[in-house]
């Protein structure tokens, strides 16, 4: 029996998603706590491996199991188990030829900038910072050069193990009010690193050491070395895994601005 899970969390106390030899990884809190209810080792994969410092408001696991709960109790019963920064929202039986990771469409990420001199005190850990003023609508002309199918090898960490560069963006946008900037990225798949290292370039024109082209120039050269440096996990979400109706899982998507601006 297969069973997929809705996850969110918190990922400043974490390693990242993937388990890790000393169990600093989401992983590993929630597999111990899926094998207190199932009664034995359980294994799981997830849509997407996020890193260390990144949070995730709509993650998307699959585990297998033959031990018969409600699943209710794959929720309750799991989170009763987790620590207080991971949550089950929730699960559901699916078909044995789901998988969390491959089934899915595509990804949504947000980012969620602080722009003021100083660093806010509150949201430290889950919201990035820049100090300058930051050019609104250069950010949103230059964030329109990302759209559509792309290398993506000037936005590629060097450690990334994507088979290709290219993928498919479907959305990207960026928005402010008072001091609170909000980037959305919406693909069919991410490299590694890939969405810090955007919001990187597009800070980089919203403070106006590029114009807006620069993105496209960026893109068009498949130069890492000549972007700018990675920006902070901070204000990193996971907001979304697209699915196809017929997994008939619930809704997988979340808006950060509905939380913060």
């Not at 929730?90 to 789901?98: E, H, I, P, T």
């Not at 559509?148 to 960026?174: I, L, N, W, Y």
Request: hydrophobic share 45%.
């Amino acid at each position: 029996m297969r069973i997929a899970l809705g996850l969110e969390y918190d990922g400043r106390g974490f390693c990242g998603w993937q388990s890790q030899p000393f169990g600093c990884g989401v992983q590993d809190k929630l597999q111990a706590a899926l094998a207190v209810l199932a009664g034995h080792e359980v294994s799981v994969i997830a849509a997407g491996r996020t890193d260390a410092g990144v949070h995730a408001l709509s993650q998307v696991v699959h585990f297998d199991t033959a031990t018969l709960r409600p699943l209710t109790a794959w929720v309750r019963g799991v989170n009763a188990h987790l620590p207080q920064d991971v949550r089950v929202l929730w699960a559901n039986q699916v078909n044995d030829d789901f998988h969390a990771r491959f089934s899915a469409f595509e990804r949504s990420y947000q980012y969620f900038l602080v722009n003021q001199p100083v660093a806010p005190a509150i949201m430290a850990g889950k919201a990035g910072w820049f100090h300058a003023p930051l050019d609104l609508p250069a950010m949103q002309q230059a964030a329109s050069y990302l759209l559509g199918e792309h290398d993506f090898s000037a936005f590629r960490a060097a450690e990334c193990q994507a088979k290709s560069p290219v993928k498919t963006m479907h959305d990207a946008a960026v928005q402010g009010c008072e001091g609170r900037i909000l980037f959305s990225f919406r693909a069919n798949a991410f490299l590694h690193h890939q969405v810090r290292n955007m919001v990187g370039a597009l800070v980089y024109v919203g403070k106006g050491s590029f114009p807006p082209k620069f993105i496209r120039d960026l893109i068009d050269s498949k130069d890492r070395k000549r972007a700018p440096p990675t920006f902070a996990p901070d204000g990193l979400y996971l907001t979304g895994v697209g699915y196809e109706a017929k997994w008939q899982l619930p809704s997988t998507a979340r808006e950060l601005s509905a939380i913060f601006l």
